[in-house]
């Protein structure tokens, strides 16, 4: 087991969504409805998931998305940034392409339903990049030090453009998304590196076994909480010192109709939430919660060993049955 505290770091992506706009279905929704969260005369967003975290101490790095902007406007995206920096949380960039491009859908241009960083040309996502570093200064007055891709759609080619950008930390790295909208040609890599002259530190995964082996990462609203736990003791037992978990800002939601019109309250998710920091406080001599804006970098020169725990098959079958029991529509 490693001598110092294991390192966890909850990440958020902070985002809206276009709600089948290209569709005509109607504009990208309101942040008030996927980064609040709000259902009647609650927020079941960012607001309850800060507070949830701050009962512990706990503090959450929020990777917020800024290209929406061209639809949802500065001032709504700048009570964002309000909302996350004044309570001492850790604001940093995402980005979706496709909002960029389908505001330039809207004034003319052909429709280019593309949401993957690391399927633009190198030119294209600097200059991507450099807008979103632009606007995430003029939104909290700084400039961003990490970076997490919209669907973890990143490769080596995004590091580098980071890198031209002046920002020195990505998390898009997603084992169990590569192949798939993770275009990074490295692999596996499971605890933080320094590649291309950036510092990444990817989503924390388990494998699981049972028809096939597969790759799962610690994404509150997917897995549980035995879990998660048994993945953290797995990197401990391993040698490996960073454990990055991965949720968005309408996690707490159940998110029925294209445009949330039936979404509702996840109580199960809520309540794993809130029973995973009750857990990691309980583990303040073996863990510690930190914000990547506070991370031990890799120094380039060493590299943690490479760890994806196993954890078999009964947990996910456990976690299955849990998930199951959520669809039913009063829960």
Known sequence: MASEKLRVYFTVDTETSLGAAWRNAGPPLPLTRTVFGRHGDRSFGIPLIM?????????ATFFIEVLCSHFVGLEALAEVFTTVQSRGHDAQLHLHPV??????????????EQDLMFELSAEEQSRLLGEGVAL?????????????????????VTLRALRD??????????????DGSCGFARRPLNSPVTMEGVHEFPVTNFRTIGKGTAYKPLDIAAV????????????????????????????????RGTRFEQARPDRIVIHRFAKLCEALAGMKDEVEVRVLADARL??????????????????????????????????
């Open 51 to 59: 507070e949830i975290l701050e009962r512990h101490g706990f503090l």
């Open 99 to 112: 909002y960029r491009f389908y505001r330039d859908y809207l004034d003319g241009q052909p429709a280019r």
């Open 136 to 156: 995430f200064r003029t939104l909290s007055g700084r400039a961003p030090l990490a970076f997490r891709a919209g669907c973890f759609g990143a490769s080596e």
């Open 165 to 178: 950008n002046g920002v020195s930390i990505d998390s898009s790295y997603n084992l169990s998304y590569l």
């Open 224 to 255: 549980s909480v035995p879990e998660i736990l048994a993945t953290i003791r797995g990197m401990q037992v391993g040698g490996c010192s960073d454990v990055v978990l991965v949720f968005h800002s309408f996690s707490f939601l159940k998110r």
């Open 298 to 331: 890799p120094n380039g020169k060493t590299r943690e060993t490479e760890v994806v725990p196993s954890l078999g098959w009964f947990l996910p079958t456990v976690r299955k049955a849990v998930q199951g029991l959520n669809y039913i529509p009063w829960i």
